[in-house]
T-cell receptor, first 114, second 114 residues
Framework: AQSVAQPEDQVNVAEGNPLTVKCTYS??????LFWYVQYPNRGLQFLLK????DNLVKGSYGFEAEFNKSQTSFHLKKPSALVSDSALYFC????WGYGQNFVFGPGTRLSVLP | DGGITQSPKYLFRKEGQNVTLSCEQN?????MYWYRQDPGQGLRLIYY???????QKGDIAEGYSVSREKKESFPLTVTSAQKNPTAFYLC?????????????FGPGTRLLVL
């Protein structure tokens, strides 16, 4: 079975500092990995995805994520955090060997402090 | 939130009552999905549909029903059999059921029990 873990419920970072939101996964086949962001009382917005190719994936709003197969991780990063980045972030995985649906992590709440 | 609309934004259910949540998309997507979001639990899949007139149960289908009579519409009914319906409900769609296709989300409906 496929699963996703986001080990931190909450991440706090000062504005202008780099941020990292962690994600680890478990799949039986090739992983296809996604990051989404959710603002209060809104739907999820797609940020980026890893299918194949370069391990560093660039996405929307200056976010990027690094795929690490040996550590089964897909951490979300941004070089300089903004207060407006404060939101709930979800990592998700699809496993071709398992099925065609997403499995979402529990979410990490990011707070960027001015 | 793209071309996916959900209505109403808030919905109140009385005990023993069935209620229907609307989801419409104008993205010409084949696949549509319903998720339930509870605090700290991420998103859980209720039902999904890959083509018109066909749908499959997800992880937590008990107490819910769906229909897919038109490509652009995928309504979800929360029946009286669902004993704990209070949650945020998210509809999503993707252009195909292929594993690399990104899911795009609507703005959500918050269901509350009176």
């Amino acid at each position: 079975a496929q699963s996703v873990a986001q080990p931190e419920d909450q991440v706090n970072v000062a504005e202008g500092n780099p941020l990292t939101v962690k994600c680890t996964y478990s799949v039986s086949g090739n992983p296809y990995l996604f990051w989404y962001v959710q603002y209060p009382n809104r739907g999820l917005q797609f940020l980026l995805k890893y299918i194949t190719g370069d391990n560093l994936v660039k996405g929307s709003y200056g976010f990027e994520a690094e795929f690490n197969k040996s550590q089964t991780s897909f951490h979300l990063k941004k070089p300089s955090a903004l207060v407006s980045d404060s939101a709930l972030y979800f990592c998700a995985v699809r496993d071709w060997g398992y099925g065609q649906n997403f499995v979402f992590g529990p979410g990490t709440r990011l707070s960027v402090l001015p | 939130d793209g071309g996916i609309t959900q209505s109403p934004k808030y919905l109140f259910r009385k005990e023993g009552q069935n209620v229907t949540l609307s989801c419409e998309q104008n993205l010409n997507h084949d696949a549509m999905y319903w998720y339930r979001q509870d605090p700290g639990q991420g998103l859980r899949l209720i039902y999904y549909s890959q083509i018109v007139n066909d749908f499959q149960k997800g992880d937590i289908a008990e107490g819910y029903s769906v229909s897919r009579e038109k490509k652009e519409s995928f309504p979800l009914t929360v029946t009286s059999a669902q004993k704990n319906p209070t949650a945020f409900y998210l509809c999503a769609s993707s252009s195909a059921s292929g594993v690399v296709e990104t899911q795009y989300f609507g703005p959500g409906t918050r269901l509350l029990v009176l």
